[in-house]
């Protein structure tokens, strides 16, 4: 077993959960999380299916783009905990006999450390049809995370999705490609498995393999995403966002909230297949509406600084149906942060340093980008609390991608 197949068997053993209190999110890119997550109104390169699909139109000026002007390949990212790092060292130190028991014997630390990891890849293509830029490409986003419950901790609430598909977005600009309209299309194909278990059955390698292969679903869904950025001066290039991710397209009647703990109408993508666990969080990517506003002041000729701020998974209720999630905390909605950098304040800069609040915990991230290379780096936290006082969970990002 090489060190890939151990990350990959640890992926599928740490499933997903009927009562989690983390947001349900489709893949945050690095550079995003570095930043606190506000990018709704910076949104600026090829991530921009993920944070602002408007910002498609943002990463080539229109005299410089052509009939083919970005290729990324792999453009992988990878993130852990301290659990999971902890966790991967001991598996690739490990003899294959060893594997299946530094697995399970993390199990142990869990009620103190949470586990989370996540394995990415998102290659991409970025063209022109006529004078409207556009991209395509494949992506698989897979996700382990497993929390012990707050109420109970010998119970462990744990999460496997995999997400594989393919998306296609298009973007509107005007001649300064200041005033932006976007979309895509998205084609999701899950493999889902999230239960509440004993922290004893977590250690049983064989048993939760059975578990994963008997209670998963596995569905499909097409999604559709939204976007539009305007930048309305030139000093210091003020700019507002507006992104809807998993448009409204379809319903369900009696999705279980995970934070109001109510069954309701809940809008966006809704998934269908051979669906085992019809309560799973994972059934339904809910709408999820983001504002945001940026400001770029300038140090001098070649420094800049984007200092921009937002809300996320607003809801919006109309009668009994509710696009979006109700009762979710307040400080999970907010992100905010600040980005110093070189180049352009209208292009993807070639070095910037980051920082930000990130649902009440601070990030930070560095990314560098070559002619043929970029690298992203972040560190941030994430709310993982069943209760009402929020539980940091600090987590580590890279991303690494081959540009042509």
């Known amino acids: 077993?090489?060190?890939?197949?151990?990350?990959?068997?640890?992926?599928?053993?740490?499933?997903?959960?009927?009562?989690?209190?983390?947001?349900?999110?489709?893949?945050?890119?690095?550079?995003?999380?570095?930043?606190?997550?506000?990018?709704?109104?910076?949104?600026?390169?090829?991530?921009?299916?993920?944070?602002?699909?408007?910002?498609?139109?943002?990463?080539?000026?229109?005299?410089?783009?052509?009939?083919?002007?970005?290729?990324?390949?792999p453009n992988m990212a990878v993130g852990g905990n301290a659990s999971t790092l902890s966790l991967m060292t001991g598996v690739s130190d490990s003899s294959n006999e060893d594997s299946t028991e530094a697995i399970s014997n993390n199990a142990d630390n869990l009620e103190s450390e949470p586990l989370w990891g996540s394995l990415s890849a998102f290659p991409l293509m970025m063209f022109d049809i006529g004078s409207m830029p556009s991209l395509a490409g494949g992506y698989v986003h897979v996700t382990t995370k497993a929390v012990t419950d707050s109420d109970d901790s010998?119970?462990?609430?744990?999460?496997?999705?995999?997400?594989?598909?393919?998306?296609?977005?298009?973007?509107?600009?005007?001649?300064?490609?200041?005033?932006?309209?976007g979309f895509n299309l998205r084609y999701v194909?899950?493999?889902?498995?999230?239960?509440?278990?004993?922290?004893?059955?977590?250690?049983?390698?064989?048993?939760?393999?059975?578990?994963?292969?008997?209670?998963?679903?596995?569905?499909?869904?097409?999604?559709?995403?939204?976007?539009?950025?305007?930048?309305?001066?030139?000093?210091?290039?003020?700019?507002?966002?507006?992104?809807?991710?998993?448009?409204p397209i379809s319903c369900k009647d009696d999705y279980l909230n995970p934070f109001s703990k109510s069954r309701e109408k809940v809008c966006g993508t809704v998934f269908k297949g051979d669906i085992v666990n019809p309560d799973a969080v994972s059934t339904v990517d809910p709408t999820d509406i983001r504002f945001g506003l940026s400001i770029t002041p300038r140090f001098g000729r070649k420094i800049a600084a984007r200092i921009s701020a937002g809300l996320h998974h607003m809801a919006a209720t109309s009668g009994s149906t509710n696009y979006g999630l109700a009762d979710i905390p307040f400080q999970k909605l907010v992100h905010a942060g600040i980005e110093v950098f070189t180049g352009n304040p209208l292009l993807p800069?070639?070095?910037?340093?980051?920082?930000?609040?990130?649902?009440?915990?601070?990030?930070?991230?560095?990314?560098?980008?070559?002619?043929f290379l970029t690298l992203d780096l972040a560190m941030y936290g994430r709310d993982i609390s069943t209760t009402d006082s929020p539980e940091e969970d600090q987590r580590y990002m890279a991303g690494l991608s081959v540009d042509f």
């Open 154 to 181: 010998t119970q462990a609430r744990v999460e496997g999705v995999t997400d594989t598909g393919a998306v296609w977005g298009m973007a509107i600009t005007n001649r300064t490609n200041r005033l932006n309209f």
């Open 189 to 247: 194909s899950r493999h889902a498995y999230e239960e509440t278990l004993a922290l004893t059955d977590l250690k049983d390698t064989k048993g939760m393999l059975t578990r994963m292969q008997d209670n998963s679903n596995i569905s499909t869904a097409m999604a559709l995403d939204l976007g539009f950025m305007w930048t309305f001066a030139d000093f210091w290039f003020p700019t507002i966002g507006i992104a809807v991710f998993n448009a």
């Open 349 to 371: 800069p070639p070095f910037s340093v980051s920082a930000g609040i990130n649902q009440g915990f601070a990030s930070f991230g560095a990314s560098m980008r070559l002619s």
């Open 1 to 73: 077993m090489n060190t890939l197949s151990k990350f990959l068997l640890i992926v599928s053993l740490a499933p997903g959960t009927l009562i989690a209190q983390e947001i349900p999110e489709s893949f945050v890119p690095v550079k995003s999380n570095g930043m606190g997550g506000a990018y709704t109104a910076v949104s600026n390169d090829e991530n921009s299916v993920w944070t602002n699909p408007a910002g498609i139109a943002r990463v080539r000026k229109a005299r410089t783009r052509s009939a083919i002007h970005v290729v990324k390949f």
